[in-house]
C-alpha cells in the first residue's frame, strides 16, 4: 500500500516557487516589469517632493512625506500584482488543472503565491529604495524597525486582496482579470495614502479606517513629521488584517468550490 | 487474515451532474477493475469530459458519488490524487519553462523520490532527450503531447486518465504513443480510463467500452463483443449507430 502524501509539504511550495522562479530567470521583460512602474512613481514623486520642500509651512512638510507613501504604496501594490500574476501565469499557461489534479493543497499554493509576491518585491522595490536615496537623498530605511511594522501590515493587505482576486478570477474566469489590475487603485483615495484621514468627510473616515493600510500610511506620517512611533496604529492594522486574510481565505475557498461546481477548472486558460 | 476484497480501481454510483437546466451526467454507474483499459465514447457533449472531470475531482457531481481505489473524491481526494495522474490536450505546461524543468516541477509536487532520475528514464522511454531543454512552447504537436504523456508518467501513476491523448498527432506518433500506453499498462497493471474519437485507438486498447449518449451510459461491453451485438464490422460503425439513434434497431436485427 502506497502511503497518503504529506497533508502539509514544504518541498511542494517550493516546487511552485521553483517553477515561477524558472519563469521569471526566462523572461527579461517579466523582470524588467517589476522595477519599471516602482521607478517611474518614485522619480514622479521624488521631483514633486523636491520642489514641494522648497516652499514654506505646511506644504514643505507634507512633501517630506511623499516618497515614504509612494515606496509604502508601491510595497502594497506590487505585492498584490506579485500574488496575483503568480496566480494569473497559471491561468494563462493553462496549468491549473495540472496543478489541481496533483497533491499540492490549496494551503501551499496560496503559500507558494505569498512567497512569490515577497520575491517580486524585493526584486521590484528594494532596488528602488536605493535609487531614491541616490537621486533625491531620501532613506527609504531610515524609518528604521518601524518599516518593519508598516511592512508587514501591507504585505498581509496585499496578500488578503490577492487571495480574493485569485478566487474571482478562479469563479469567473480571465473575465475577472481587470479586477486584478485595478482593484488596488480604490485603495489609494481610501486608505489616504497622500494625505491625512481627517481630510475625508466624516462618513468616509469610518470606511477609510476599516481598511488596515490607511494605520500604516497614518502612522508613516506620525513618524516622519513628528519622530513618533505608533504602536497602537500597527496594532490595529494588524488586527484587522488577520480578519480580512481570514475572510479573504475563506472566500477564496468558496470560490474554488463553486468554480468546481460550475465545472469551469477544465477549461480555464487564455 | 483480512480476506477483503480491493475496491475497484474507479467506482460511480448514480453519478449526475447539472450546469443549470442542463443535464452533462445523468445518474451513470460504473465500476472499472483495477488493471482494466476502458474507453470512455460517446459524441461532443456526451458528457465525457465532465465524467473525467468528477473523477479527478476538478467538478463537484450534483448527485450520486465517484470513488477512486475506495476514496471518495468529493471528500477525500487527496488521499488518492499521488497516485493518479491526467493527459488531456485541452491542459498544457507553462510554455516558457523547459520540458525538464516542467517535469521536475511536477516531480517534486507528486513527491517523487529521485526526479531528476525519473525525468532521465521517462526521456529515454519516451523519446525526449532531443528536446527535453527546450522550451517547451517551442516544441511541435508531437513532441508536446509526449512531454504531456511524461508528465501524466511521472509518479508512476496507478490510474492514468487520457483525455485524446493522441487528438492531432499523425499515424506514426500516435500508433508510438499507443505501444507505450500498452507497455506502461502491461509493466505496472495501471488502471487507464481513456476518452477518446479515435475508434481503432480504442479497439486496440481497450478490455471495455463505456458508450456515452446525453449523459447516460448507453451501452457497456467489451469493443468485439459490442461489434458483434450490433452486427458491424469495426467500433466506428457501433459509434455511429449509437450517436445516429440507431442502435437499438440494430442490436435486436443482429441478435
Known sequence: ?270 | MNMSVPPPAIEADRLTKHYGESVAVDGISFSIPAGSVTGLLGGNGAGKTTTIGMIMSLVVPTSGRVSVLGHDMAHDAYRVLHRMNFESPYVDLPHRLTVRQNLSVFGRLYGVKNVSERIARLASDLDLEDFVDRASGKLSAGQKTRVALAKALINEPDILILDEPTASLDPDTADWIRSHLERYRANRNATILLASHNMSEVERLCDRVLMMKRGKIVDDDAPAKLIARYGRHNLEEVFLDIARGRGAANKEAAE
Request: hydrophobic share 60%; glycine share 8%.
Open chain 1, 1 to 270: 500500500m502506497i502511503a497518503p502524501s504529506p497533508a502539509f509539504s514544504v518541498s511542494r511550495i517550493f516546487a511552485m516557487i521553483t517553477r515561477h522562479w524558472y519563469l521569471l530567470r526566462s523572461s527579461w521583460p517579466r523582470l524588467l516589469e517589476l522595477v519599471y512602474w516602482p521607478l517611474v512613481q518614485m522619480v514622479m514623486w521624488g521631483f514633486l517632493q523636491s520642489f514641494m520642500a522648497k516652499q514654506t509651512g505646511a506644504l514643505a512638510m507634507a512633501a517630506g512625506t511623499f516618497l515614504a507613501a509612494v515606496l509604502l504604496w508601491d510595497i502594497l501594490f506590487r505585492g498584490q500584482l506579485g500574488f496575483s500574476f503568480s496566480f494569473l501565469e497559471e491561468m494563462w499557461s493553462r496549468n491549473l488543472a495540472n496543478l489541481m489534479i496533483s497533491p499540492l493543497r490549496p494551503i501551499e499554493f496560496v503559500l507558494s503565491m505569498i512567497a512569490m509576491s515577497l520575491i517580486r518585491l524585493v526584486i521590484g522595490v528594494v532596488p528602488v529604495t536605493f535609487l531614491a536615496m541616490l537621486f533625491f537623498g531620501f532613506n527609504f530605511w531610515g524609518l528604521g524597525l518601524a518599516l518593519g511594522a508598516f511592512f508587514a501590515n501591507l504585505l498581509l493587505t496585499s496578500w488578503a486582496i490577492g487571495l480574493l482576486c485569485a478566487g474571482l478570477v478562479l469563479r469567473n474566469g480571465l473575465g475577472a482579470e481587470g479586477l486584478t489590475w485595478s482593484i488596488m487603485f480604490l485603495f489609494l483615495p481610501l486608505t489616504c495614502v497622500y494625505y491625512p484621514v481627517e481630510t475625508l468627510p466624516s462618513w468616509l473616515q469610518a470606511i477609510s479606517w476599516a481598511l488596515p493600510p490607511t494605520a500604516v500610511f497614518e502612522g508613516m506620517r506620525v513618524l516622519v513629521l513628528e519622530n513618533t512611533f505608533r504602536a497602537d496604529l500597527m496594532l490595529w492594522a494588524l488586527a484587522l488584517n488577520l480578519m480580512w486574510i481570514a475572510l479573504a481565505g475563506w472566500a477564496f475557498m468558496r470560490l474554488m468550490h463553486a468554480s468546481k461546481r460550475m465545472g469551469s477548472l477544465l477549461s480555464v486558460g487564455e
